[in-house]
Nanobody
Framework: VQLQASGGGLVQAGDSLRLSCAAS????????MGWFRQAPGKEREFVAA????????YYTDSVKGRFTISRDSTKNTVYLQMNSLKPEDTAVYYC????????????????WGQGTLVTVSS
């Protein structure tokens, strides 16, 4: 089982990026998926999560209205569209899959990608 995150990069404030998380080894289409991030010197924090069917979506307050999580079950891939990026969004972004229910807690996720770095300059 492997989660491969990609799409990070260096952008300016106000720009957009789309992160992708491709799953292989098993089908995650029915399982909740989440995005977390860890900024330098800080703990990992929840960003967004989506249920297996995409029915329920959760965001941390700081990204509401700017980030959109989605999934394409045919591609076994989850996306995080990030608009109006701010310097405080700078972090390594991780995708994760849960074999349990959707959650904002990283301890509820069983599989993790390797992370992709997003750097937003002011």
């Amino acid at each position: 089982v492997q989660l491969q995150a990609s799409g990070g990069g260096l952008v300016q404030a106000g720009d957009s990026l789309r992160l992708s998380c491709a799953a292989s080894g098993r089908t995650f289409s029915s399982y909740p998926m989440g995005w977390f991030r860890q900024a330098p010197g800080k703990e990992r924090e929840f960003v967004a999560a989506i249920t297996g069917g995409g029915t329920f979506i959760y965001y941390t307050d700081s990204v509401k209205g700017r980030f959109t999580i989605s999934r394409d079950s045919t591609k076994n891939t989850v996306y995080l569209q990030m608009n109006s990026l701010k310097p405080e969004d700078t972090a390594v972004y991780y995708c994760a899959a849960s074999m349990r229910g959707p959650s904002t807690r990283d301890t509820s996720y069983d599989y993790w990608g390797q992370g992709t770095l997003v750097t937003v300059s002011s």
